[in-house]
């Protein structure tokens, strides 16, 4: 395998393939875009599937390529080896960057010199696949890694969760800033919950801790379980689809996040530099990140299986100014450092480093 020196000036993000234009779509091409406003020669390829909604932006800089890749089981992985090898944006890069787990198997197929960043867990946990499937991807992820010249991974959580047997480097993930927007002053009483609608999202979870509170909850997202949700939900509680970014935030009191598995959590991240005072579940990537004081910890990041413990939290958020001022400050600060400019920088000395 060819490997660059540590400095490694041309660098070649790839995420490929990608079924949906959000998560790793949206994130690498902030985090590619502030690299090149920091003056470095990055540039990005993607590969999104025809079914995903949406469309590539019109005005795509030449460093973005965006062409159309299926997923197709190990047929696409090898047609994607060989798209890579032949694509001239890779072939003037001095290193590879994969950001998804087909990338990486693909990129384990050739000479080219990688790192693999993982973003979230590379196979299916228990639950969101067969055991069968679940066994082969795992195999066929962990050999792929072993081929990288380098392994990051954007958490404590998500490096100790994924246990390949070698050197996996800290490179935390970063969003674009997000201005404050409140202090933590003045009652409020909306609680939002914002993911996909899905199992992995556990969203019966925020069901069962905002049944009986005196709390108007607002599900926002889609996906498979919506009108399960629908017929579930508490008449405090509406499951209101998609909104806008930009009035996600407006008149929330809290953020909830109880995903069974979240390796980043972008939405905390985000509530958290609005000043929202966020609730997590323990298996939060970002909330260690974002909940660093121990007392407030105990509080604010939360097992899965006691929703009680949700419930008492949301209302002595509703109902204690003191404590909400307190979490918002806290979360504010630390969400502030964990800008998409941070992770670029972090990115740059691994490359470094290497």
């Not at 973005?64 to 890579?84: D, K």
């Not at 974002?290 to 007392?295: E, F, N």
């Not at 939360?302 to 307190?326: G, H, I, K």
Request: proline letters at 5%; one cysteine or more.
């Amino acid at each position: 395998m060819i490997r660059s020196s540590g400095l490694s000036d041309k660098v070649c993000f790839v995420a490929a393939p990608l079924t949906a234009r959000t998560g790793v779509y949206k994130s690498s091409r902030e985090l590619v875009t502030e690299a090149r406003a920091q003056g470095l020669e990055w540039s990005l390829v993607l590969g999104v599937s025809a079914r995903a909604s949406g469309q590539a932006p019109s005005d795509d800089p030449p460093w973005i390529q965006e062409t159309t890749v299926e997923p197709s089981g190990m047929n696409g992985v090898a047609r994607l080896a060989a798209e890579l090898q032949a694509s001239s944006v890779v072939a003037n890069s001095d290193v590879v960057v994969s950001l998804l787990p087909q990338t990486d198997m693909a990129l384990g197929r050739t000479n080219l010199d990688w790192v693999a960043y993982l973003r979230g867990l590379p196979w299916p946990a228990a639950g969101e696949s067969s055991l069968a499937r679940r066994t082969v991807w795992r195999f066929l992820e962990r050999r792929a890694l072993r081929r990288a010249n380098d392994v990051w991974a954007t958490t404590e959580l998500l490096r100790s969760q994924a246990q390949i047997g070698r050197k996996i480097r800290i490179v935390p993930a970063g969003l674009q800033s997000v201005a404050r927007q409140w202090d933590g002053s003045g009652e409020r009483d909306k609680i939002v919950w914002a993911a996909r609608y899905d199992t992995d999202k556990n969203p019966e979870l925020f069901l069962e801790a905002m049944r009986g509170l005196p709390l108007r909850g607002v599900m926002y997202g889609s996906g498979p379980l919506e009108a399960e949700l629908r017929a579930a939900a508490p008449d405090n509680v509406e499951v209101a689809g998609w909104t806008n970014a930009a009035s996600l935030w407006d008149g929330a009191l809290a953020y909830v996040g109880t995903s069974h598995r979240e390796a980043f959590g972008r939405s905390a991240v985000e509530a958290s530099m609005a000043g929202i005072p966020v609730v997590l579940a323990d298996t939060f990537g970002s909330a260690s990140l974002l909940v660093t004081d121990a007392a407030l910890r105990g509080q604010l990041v939360l097992p899965t299986a006691d929703p009680a413990r949700w419930s008492t939290t949301l209302t002595q958020l509703a109902n204690d100014a003191s404590f909400r001022s307190r979490v918002s400050d806290h979360v504010a600060e630390n969400g502030a450092a964990l800008t998409v400019g941070h992770s670029v920088q972090a990115a740059a000395a691994a490359l470094r480093d290497r």
